[in-house]
Every structure is written in structure tokens, then in C-alpha cells.
């Protein structure tokens, strides 16, 4: 509970609802999860006294023996508990969904393109938009490009010694790809390419980092754990702090996003304590608490989290947990 997340509007715009949509009476339920305050004083006590006695009146207004349009869960209660409900549920009030990729922003406005409201960056955070809308950003402090003359000749003797292997020139960064050349050649090849690359860029204002198959030259002060930062600054900053955070990630680059989150977490930055679900695909050594098998995996744990189910099930902790939403949304 903190008194910036309008909890009591939510409940008065369900109020609202039931008054102008007699229909819906009897069928809608609102379960509101409300964290335990970590402040104390008036404001706080007034937040939530106004929540009880708002959910109370409409519980008596459109409730009945067997019906309560507003179930008010104000203790605390573990986080699988949690999920359940979300999975439960036909609708989740989301506030945010951002995509955080290594990809380039042309590919990932196709990828994206009927997703309006979807945050998007790209590159590994040198691009930002905060929706389909809104102009593309870029970070200002890193547009020196010069190291590209240095890295480029180097990556086309590894392609050129690598059968399969290719380059891919992204605006702020080169990728050399490995992932069609014979894997233990290539692995060996990125190695030597990554150490290569280090001494020759030592002065540069970029950084050397090995991908799924591929090494990339980046610059300095971009990365995916930066860009979560910068959502959850954003967030918190203007009133709309989460209280669910759910980051997936797959590649080695996505481990920064881990840090951040955990970070984050431990240094207590967020109004309320979120529940937090950072998850890496694959089992594998990660920052991320839980893990799921594979992509398909991630898709049916979305789904389980926001499509519509009607089973409630008992569920579960640990990597269980996922398994057991997976199976709700199936
Ligand atoms: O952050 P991501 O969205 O996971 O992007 C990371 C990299 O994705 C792309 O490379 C990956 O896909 C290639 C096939 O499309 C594959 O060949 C490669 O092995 C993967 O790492 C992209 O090309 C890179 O620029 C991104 O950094």
C-alpha cells in the first residue's frame, strides 16, 4: 500500500462500472492485492482506510451472499499466491511492458508494429521509445563511431577465416555471427576474436562482449541492465511504481537486466517491495531467480500470466510454480 498507487480510485471506477453496467453485477470481481505499506503515518493510514471503507460500501451496494465484487487482500501473501490470481484472472492491470532487446530499431518496429503502447529498446538500450508513437531517443553521450574503422577490418578476417560466419553492422554497434560456422571452430574463433578486439579497441569508448554465437563491439555505458534502470527510475518517478516485475531474458546480455533488478530490489528503491520474477531461459548459471526450459515455454508462461482462465489451481513453489502456471494457461 502506498498512497500514490489509487487504489481507492481503481475500486471507485469499478463502483462506477457496476452502477451503469447492472449486467455485469454478479459477475465481475476485482481482487485487489494490496502490499504491506512500508511507511507508516496519516497519509498511509488514510490510504488505507479509505480502501476498506470504499471496497466495504460496494460489497454492500452490489454484493450478496454469495457475491463480493471487491475482494480486498491486505496482508501479505507469497508470491505464488500472487501468480495464481494473475494467472486466474481476465485481466491484469499491467502498467508497463517494455521490449529490451540487442536487436536493431528498424527490425524491432516491424516485429512490433501492432503493439501500440509497447516501450521499446533497442540495441541494447541506445535507442528508446516509449511507445509506437513517440520519437526514437538516443543516449547523446555515445555517438563517437570511429572505433568501427578499427573493429571492422579485424571482424572481416575472421569472417573471411571462418566459413559461415558473417558481419552485422548495427548503428551504434558490429556483430560478428558464428552461428552457421562449425560450432567448435567458431567458439574458438570467438574467443581469439574477443581478445583481439580488446587490445585494439583498449582506447576506445566501447566494449567487447560475447552473444548467443556472436562477439558485438557496443559502447561503453549501454546495456540492457541500464535501460531497466532507467524504466524502473521512470516508473517510480512518475507515480506509476510496479508491484509485479517480470523480466525474461535468454542471452548473456540479459544477465545485466538480472543485476539491475536484483539490485534494485536489495537497495529498496521502490515504494513498495514488488514481487519480483526475473526468470532466464534455459538452466543455466544466472542472476535470475527461476528459469524456464525454452521460448515455447516463455510464450505459455505469458499466456498463463494474462489470458483468460477459468481454472484455479493450488499452486506450487519453485520452478513449479512456472510449470504450474504454464499448465492454467494450456
Ligand atoms: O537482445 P536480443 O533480442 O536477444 O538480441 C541479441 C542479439 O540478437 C541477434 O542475434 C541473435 O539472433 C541471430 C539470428 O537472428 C543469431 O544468429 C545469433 O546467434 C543470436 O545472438 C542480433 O543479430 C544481435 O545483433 C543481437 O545482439
Not at 494473475?86 to 518496429?109: E, F, P
Not at 553521450?141 to 566459413?163: F, G, H, L, R
Amino acid at each position: 500500500m502506498d498512497i500514490f498507487k489509487g487504489i481507492s480510485l481503481k475500486l471507485l471506477g469499478l463502483e462506477l462500472l457496476l452502477e451503469r453496467t447492472p449486467k455485469l453485477r454478479g459477475k465481475v470481481v476485482l481482487v485487489q492485492i494490496v502490499n504491506p505499506a512500508r511507511s507508516t503515518g496519516k497519509d498511509v493510514e488514510e490510504a488505507i482506510n479509505e480502501a476498506v471503507s470504499v471496497a466495504e460500501r460496494i460489497n454492500i451496494k452490489y454484493g450478496s451472499a454469495n457475491y463480493k465484487p471487491v475482494v480486498l487482500i491486505d496482508y501479505p501473501i507469497p508470491s505464488y499466491e500472487k501468480i495464481a490470481y494473475y494467472a486466474a484472472s481476465d485481466c491484469c492491470i499491467v502498467n508497463a511492458v517494455r521490449d529490451v532487446s540487442g536487436r536493431d530499431r528498424t527490425t524491432l518496429s516491424e516485429w512490433f508494429a501492432p503493439c501500440e503502447k509497447l516501450g521499446i529498446a533497442a540495441e541494447h538500450g541506445y535507442f528508446i521509445r516509449w511507445n509506437k508513437e513517440a520519437e526514437w531517443e538516443t543516449s547523446s553521450s555515445a555517438q563517437d563511431c570511429e572505433w568501427k574503422n578499427i573493429a571492422e577490418p579485424i571482424m572481416e578476417v575472421y569472417k573471411e577465416t571462418t566459413d559461415g560466419s558473417s558481419i552485422e553492422t548495427k548503428e551504434s554497434a558490429l556483430v560478428w555471427h558464428y552461428q552457421d560456422a562449425d560450432h567448435d571452430f567458431g567458439t574458438c574463433q570467438a574467443k581469439e576474436l574477443v581478445s583481439h578486439l580488446e587490445r585494439v579497441l583498449a582506447n576506445e569508448p566501447v566494449v567487447v562482449k560475447r552473444g548467443h554465437q556472436i562477439v558485438e563491439v557496443k559502447p561503453q555505458g549501454v546495456s540492457k541492465g541500464i535501460v531497466v534502470d532507467t524504466v524502473i527510475r521512470t516508473l517510480i518517478n512518475t507515480e506509476n511504481a510496479p508491484d509485479f516485475l517480470m523480466c525474461i531474458g535468454n542471452d548473456r546480455s540479459d544477465e545485466d537486466m538480472f543485476e539491475s533488478i536484483n539490485k534494485a530490489t536489495s537497495h529498496s528503491v521502490f515504494p513498495t517491495a514488488p514481487d519480483v520474477f526475473a526468470c532466464s531461459v534455459g538452466p543455466k548459471a544466472s542472476k535470475a531467480k527461476y528459469y524456464v526450459d525454452g521460448c515455447s515455454e516463455v510464450i505459455r508462461l505469458l499466456k498463463g500470466v494474462t489470458a483468460i482462465s477459468p481454472q484455479r489451481e493450488v499452486i506450487s513453489h519453485s520452478q513449479v510454480t512456472f510449470r504450474d502456471i504454464l499448465e492454467v494457461a494450456s
